[in-house]
T-cell receptor, first 114, second 110 residues
Framework: DVKVTQSSRYLVKRTGEKVFLECVQDMDHENMFWYRQDPGLGLRLIYFSYDVKMKEKGDIPEGYSVSREKKERFSLILESASTNQTSMYLCASRPHGATNEKLFFGSGTQLSVL | RKEVEQDPGPFNVPEGATVAFNCTYS??????FFWYRQDCRKEPKLLMS???SGNEDGRFTAQLNRASQYISLLIRDSKLSDSATYLC???????????FGSGTRLSIRP
């Protein structure tokens, strides 16, 4: 069965800390995504990557960066965490190609920044 | 105006009822449409794609109206296990333009 694994289910960090959220997929997918989900706002795209070392900004990239050194791993980095980055973070992947549009999600990381 | 809009609900209906909800999108160039289901504190999972001609999967029927720019989901003979949040998803021309609605919460009561 396909699997997208996020390293932490719950995370509590302090304002100003550097935070790493890790995501690994075992499906050899080219495309990987980071979303955040907030009540009433739905899922919003932070960054995505369509290949190793390639990255593109999504709708809300400010305050975030990403790293894709290997195909299976896509990391989200909060350089200096702030309280408004408290959210549920969801990683997703899907293969290239118009016929494969299903997104596979990890189980999410609930991040609280105090 | 949001690119994808949904009635947040909650819709609270009895078991066995038929329930329908709509989703509107603003970009007429949108190419693909989907319904995802998200259970409480879980990740979204694809429920079904939505095709121009409409499509059915068991008790679920999805429709697309390009002229009016909305998609709909109909659930017949609803079950307790249908309680979830249903996310409308619209995809544009590029890999990144996958826009999620904020979801419609459905609660089925015995």
């Amino acid at each position: 069965d396909v699997k997208v694994t996020q390293s932490s289910r719950y995370l509590v960090k302090r304002t100003g800390e550097k935070v790493f959220l890790e995501c690994v997929q075992d499906m050899d997918h080219e495309n990987m995504f980071w979303y955040r989900q907030d009540p009433g706002l739905g899922l919003r795209l932070i960054y995505f990557s369509y290949d190793v070392k390639m990255k593109e900004k999504g709708d809300i990239p400010e305050g975030y960066s990403v790293s894709r050194e290997k195909k299976e791993r896509f990391s989200l980095i909060l350089e200096s965490a702030s309280t408004n980055q408290t959210s549920m973070y969801l990683c997703a992947s899907r293969p290239h190609g118009a016929t494969n549009e299903k997104l596979f999600f990890g189980s999410g990381t609930q991040l609280s920044v105090l | 105006r949001k690119e994808v809009e949904q009635d947040p609900g909650p819709f609270n209906v009895p078991e066995g009822a038929t329930v329908a909800f709509n989703c509107t999108y603003s970009n007429s160039a949108s190419q693909s449409f989907f319904w995802y289901r998200q259970d409480c504190r879980k990740e979204p999972k694809l429920l079904m794609s939505v095709y121009s001609s409409g499509n059915e999967d068991g008790r679920f029927t999805a429709q697309l109206n390009r002229a009016s720019q909305y998609i709909s989901l109909l659930i017949r003979d609803s079950k307790l296990s249908d309680s979830a949040t249903y996310l409308c998803v619209v995809k544009g021309g590029s890999a990144s333009k996958i826009i999620f609605g904020s979801g419609t919460r459905l609660s089925i009561r015995p």
